[in-house]
């Protein structure tokens, strides 16, 4: 394995779970999440000894994350992508729906980034724009990148501390009240979404559809799918949580991320992004 980067502990008044103390020593590891992720694959070592979630720091220690060491293989991906907001720190595309964030296909927007966006001149700058948050493969709209260490680790911290509103717009099926909050849990987590219904219209077939805002407080995953879902108002073209007959098959998942609004991490200004809808949501409810 290749070394990445090391961290040498200082003196603790009092022994510490590594799980929680290594959260942010390396550039590249931002969140507990990700923390586990490396101690499971065994690619973080302290005193030479691969780390736990039970291995407890107590001060002198030498923590080290080391790097598979495979070939290298060309990934980047030439696939035109909007980009909506670019600056040295971060970046704001336009994610199509049909195509993966990440993962381990060639078609991603990860590898797509790359040829659409310019690299940072920033002496922290990434070798790869990387994503901060993630929208699913059928969801459109609009999707936060990250183009420095600096500006990674700050990303996460807003999004952690909930300083990153988000709105999105949906298309569902069925009676739906006007407005409420939605308060499911999601796996055991506590999850949050406000909406309102924009507009109603009934189809030929007699089938209700909602143009409907959203406003997630929490980003659990599939969380909006589910919210709507749970009050009887499944996504329009939503296989997963849909139990009806899809109409309008073919057209996909009818589900956009419209606005991001956040303070710069770097800056300080105040960034606001918003996109139109779809052309398929303006074909069912015209202006």
């Given amino acids: 394995m290749i070394l990445k980067e090391t961290h040498t502990v200082p003196n603790q008044e009092a022994p510490v779970r590594f799980q929680e103390y290594g959260i942010s020593i390396f550039t590249s590891v931002t969140t507990k999440s990700g923390l586990k992720k490396l101690i499971k694959k065994q690619v973080i070592t302290i005193d030479t000894v691969p780390a736990t979630t039970a291995t407890y720091i107590k001060g002198g220690e ?19 992508l909007e980009v909506c907001y670019e600056d040295e720190h971060l970046a704001i595309i336009n994610k199509p729906a049909g195509i993966l964030v990440s993962g381990n296909k060639h078609k991603t927007i990860v590898n797509a980034l790359p040829s659409n966006l310019s690299k940072s001149n920033e002496v922290d700058a990434l ?100 919210h709507v879902a749970s009050l009887g108002s499944p996504i329009l073209g939503d296989a997963t949580y849909n139990l009806k007959e899809q109409e309008l098959k073919g057209r996909g998942l009818y589900l956009q991320a419209t606005s991001l609004q956040f303070t710069h991490p770097i800056t300080s200004e105040e960034v606001t992004i918003s996109i139109g809808l779809h052309k398929k949501f303006q074909k069912l409810f015209q202006k």
């Fill in 127 to 226: 070798s790869h724009p990387k994503p901060v948050h993630r929208l699913d493969f059928p969801t459109s709209g609009l999707l936060l990148i990250a183009k420095t260490n600096t500006a990674l680790v700050a990303l996460n911290k807003l999004f952690e501390e909930k300083q990153i509103s988000k709105i999105y717009h949906a298309i569902t099926t069925g009676a739906l009240p006007k407005e409420g909050t939605i308060e499911t849990p999601i796996a055991d987590k506590a999850s949050h979404t406000r909406y309102k219904v924009l507009d109603t219209k009934t189809l030929a077939n007699d089938t209700l559809l909602n143009l409907v805002a959203l406003y997630p407080s929490t980003g659990r995953r599939h969380q909006l799918r589910i």
């Fill in 62 to 80: 030498t923590i080290c994350l080391f790097e598979a060491e495979t070939p290298l293989k060309a990934s980047n991906l030439v696939f035109p």
